[in-house]
């Protein structure tokens, strides 16, 4: 079955830019599914940050989308988070997760079926 | 403040039942399919529920899902201390372009 696996620094100065990994083993990223990132402040809840397409097709947290860029790697068979500008309130723990996205006659049929273990990512100097 | 809105904390007896709610909009719940998250202590979300009411492979029927208008429900009967978790409802919100998650609901079983 599909698994995912993100990695990257686990310490970010203010500032800098957070580049994370997310590796797909089981399975193709060029199936018909998309690939998210969503991350959790520590004590809080879920925030969805973006997705990425095989093809290199975005959508992006217009909260975020300044300061993010997702991206696509075929050959390696995994995606990318790159979150530019951080600050203390980018600390978090950060998950990548397969999503099925499907719109019909504009409704969404949106979830996301497999996550990794997610990476915690601390800003601080 | 979370675009969707779950009650902070439930809790039941084991064997029991509970439900919990998640309440949005026409822009989200109202036009849109609801999942449901669990995410037990120091782990990742696990997808529970799916297109409103569809369980994926291995989650047992204890859980179940509904949708009415622009609220959503998620039941679990036969409480069991091993539910004791976060609970978290999400849906594409098409007004914000954006997946949207309530603040998440944590459960006790008591």
């Known amino acids: 079955q599909v698994q995912l696996q993100e990695s990257g620094p686990g310490l970010v100065k203010p500032s800098g830019t957070l580049s994370l990994t997310c590796a797909v083993s089981?399975?193709?990223?060029?199936?018909?599914?998309?690939w998210s990132w969503v991350r959790q402040p520590p004590g809080k809840g879920l925030e969805w940050i973006g997705e990425?397409?095989?093809?290199?097709?975005?959508n992006y947290n217009p909260s975020l989308k300044s300061r993010v860029t997702i991206s696509v790697d075929k050959s390696k068979n995994q995606f990318s988070l790159k979150l530019s500008s951080v600050t203390a309130a980018d600390t978090a723990v950060y998950y990548c997760?397969?999503?099925?996205?499907?719109?019909?006659?504009?409704?969404?049929?949106?979830?996301?079926?497999?996550w990794g273990k997610g990476t915690t990512v601390t800003v601080s100097s | 403040q979370s675009v969707l809105t779950q009650p902070p904390s439930v809790s039941a007896a084991p064997g029991q039942k509970v439900t919990i709610s998640c309440s949005g909009s026409?822009?989200?719940?109202?036009?849109?399919?609801v999942s449901w998250y669990q995410q037990l202590p120091g782990t990742a979300p696990k997808l529970l529920i799916y297109?409103?009411?569809k369980r994926p492979s291995g989650i047992p029927d204890r859980f179940s899902g509904s949708k009415s208008g622009t609220s959503a429900t998620l039941g679990i009967t036969g409480l069991q201390t091993g539910d004791e978790a976060d609970y978290y409802c999400?849906?594409?919100?098409?007004?914000?372009?954006?997946?949207?998650f309530g603040g998440g609901t944590k459960l006790t079983v008591l």
């Open positions: 997760a397969r999503t099925h996205r499907v719109v019909t006659a504009r409704v969404y049929y949106y979830y996301m079926d497999v």
């Open positions: 089981g399975g193709s990223i060029s199936s018909s599914n998309w």
């Open positions: 990425i397409y095989h093809s290199g097709s975005t």
């Open positions: 026409s822009s989200n719940i109202g036009n849109n399919y």
């Open positions: 297109d409103n009411n």
């Open positions: 999400g849906t594409w919100d098409s007004s914000l372009s954006v997946q949207v």
